[in-house]
């Protein structure tokens, strides 16, 4: 069992920036590959980025290519969602969750994932 325990959202004026970070625990990290998805209210739960259990390999979905940047440090066992030049669209509640390693690098549907967390709420005002 994997423990996901996610900090660092708030209000941010667009344009600026935050850091999420979660702490897992329970569990051997690095057998996990690691995700970010967000959900804003009446849409559906979607992949933000993902991370392979190295940190090596990485995926982000279009919409946060080049402003957005995930990474891990295994030896905290912690995975983190850098977010620069937030937009009001970038509004929602921000979930991590852990995917046991079963041949891929990294994982982008939400089915794939075995571990959430209880998620922390981004507001970017205009």
């Known amino acids: 069992q994997v423990h996901l325990v996610e900090s660092g959202g708030g209000l941010v004026q667009a344009g600026g920036s935050l850091r999420l970070s979660c702490a897992a625990s329970?569990?051997?990290?690095?057998?996990?590959?690691m995700g970010w998805f967000r959900q804003a209210p009446g849409k559906e739960r979607d992949v933000v980025a993902a991370i392979s259990w190295s940190g090596g390999t990485t995926y982000y979905a279009d919409s946060v290519k080049g402003r957005f940047t995930i990474s891990r440090d295994n030896a905290k066992n912690t995975v983190f969602l850098e977010m620069n030049r937030l937009k009001p669209e970038d509004t929602a509640v921000y979930y991590c969750a852990a995917a046991r390693l079963s041949g891929r690098s990294y994982y982008t549907k939400s089915y794939d994932y075995d571990w959430w967390g209880q998620g922390t709420q981004v507001t970017v005002s205009s």
């Open positions: 329970g569990s051997t990290f690095t057998d996990y590959a």
